[in-house]
Structure formats: C-alpha cells, structure tokens
T-cell receptor, first 114, second 114 residues
C-alpha cells in the first residue's frame, strides 16, 4: 500500500480566501485523486490528476474553483479558491496501488470556512 | 454507470454481538467492491476488497464480506463486535476500467455499546 501525507491536517479560513492543500506519496503513482467529504456525507470525487496532463474534473466541479497541480509522480496540490462556508469539508487525496484496482487515502484535510 | 446503496445510516450493536452492514451495488460491468473504514478524525482505511475469484473475502480486524452476484450485494460482517470497531464504514464499487471512478455509498455509522 502507499503511504500518503497531507498538509495541512486542518485549517480555519475566512470566506473569500484560498487554501492550497498538499498531498505527498511515498512512491511514484500515475493517477492521483481528490475527494471532498462534506459534513455527514459520503465521498465525492472532485478530479483526477495525472502527471503531465490537465486534471479531469467531475460534474459540478470546475478548475477555477479547484485548481490542481501535479508537478511530478509523487506530489499534487488542490486549491480551494474564493472559499465560502459551503466549502467546509474534509478534502482527501487518494492514489491507486500497484495492482491498479485499490485506492489508498491520505488522512484528509479538515477545512472550516467562517 | 455504477452506484452503491448502504442500507442503514446508523447501526448499533452490543459488544460481542454480530455486526452486519449491508451494501448493494449496481454496475454495468463485473464490479470490484471495497469496504473502507473511517475512524473519527482520520482518513479512510481499506478493510477488504473483492476483485475476482473467491466470493468470500476476509479483511483486517476480523471483518469479512461475501460477494453475491445474484443479489448484487456485498455485505460486511464480523462475528463479535468490539468497542474499537465503532467507526463509519463505506462500501464502494469500481467498474474496473482505467478511467472508471470509485463510487461510494453514503456510509454507515457503527456504534458499539458495552
């Protein structure tokens, strides 16, 4: 399995500001995923980030709001832009294991927007 | 298209009792199925998975699940609940393609009473 770390682990932000979340993996992976888990809800895929190409966003998520960078095979960032209280969620980074069928998750970033 | 339904958003059992968390799925292709556990203030941890082969799969912490194609189910069980099992459990399905995404159920919160 992959070991995934995220920074920050939690943050409290003011509306209108932006926060960049970092995801670091201990091995090289092709595909990285960003999920959102709103309070009391399940996980929703925001986008898939492949190294060397533009991220692919799911319906309801746009690049202007959630820009993603993927500079190399072990690192990605997700920015939550122009935040509002509705963005208060847990944001999780995920990667696929070597077998290609299992996704492993980071510990998450707990974001509260006031 | 694929979807997951977890029956029961909350399940409460006594310590030592049987744990049964229900998951039904729909998938247009043979599915890969997963159970994840999320402890408070933590990320998701893989409990077990079904890809191919034996339909009864064993996971960590004494959990197991049985893939029943005729019932489109993948229920999670544990013979004897422990206080440390209290967490939220997510069932997920993947269609098995490179670009197919992991789809999660709504989650079931398991409470274990002394």
């Amino acid at each position: 399995s992959a070991v995934i770390s995220q920074k920050p682990s939690r943050d409290i932000c003011q509306r209108g500001t932006s926060l960049t979340i970092q995801c670091q993996v201990d091995s090289q992976v092709t595909m990285m995923f960003w999920y959102r888990q709103q309070p009391g809800q399940s996980l929703t895929l925001i986008a898939t980030a492949n190294q060397g190409s533009e991220a692919t966003y799911e319906s309801g998520f746009v690049i202007d709001k959630f820009p993603i960078s993927r500079p190399n095979l072990t690192f990605s960032t997700l920015t939550v832009s122009n935040m509002s209280p509705e963005d208060s969620s847990i944001y999780l980074c995920s990667v696929k294991g070597q077998g290609g069928e299992t996704q492993y998750f980071g510990p998450g970033t707990r974001l509260l927007v006031l | 298209a694929q979807s997951v339904t977890q029956l029961g958003s909350h399940v409460s059992v006594s310590e030592g009792a049987l744990v049964l968390l229900r998951c039904n799925y729909s998938s247009s292709v043979p599915p890969y199925l997963f159970w994840y556990v999320q402890y408070p203030n933590q990320g998701l941890q893989l409990l077990l998975k079904y890809t191919t082969g034996a339909t009864l799969v064993k996971g960590i912490n004494g959990f197991e699940a049985e893939f029943k194609k005729s019932e489109t189910s993948f229920h999670l069980t544990k013979p004897s609940a422990h206080m440390s099992d209290a967490a939220e459990y997510f069932c997920a399905v993947w269609g098995g393609t490179s670009y197919g995404k992991l789809t999660f159920g709504q989650g079931t919160i398991l409470t274990v009473h002394p």
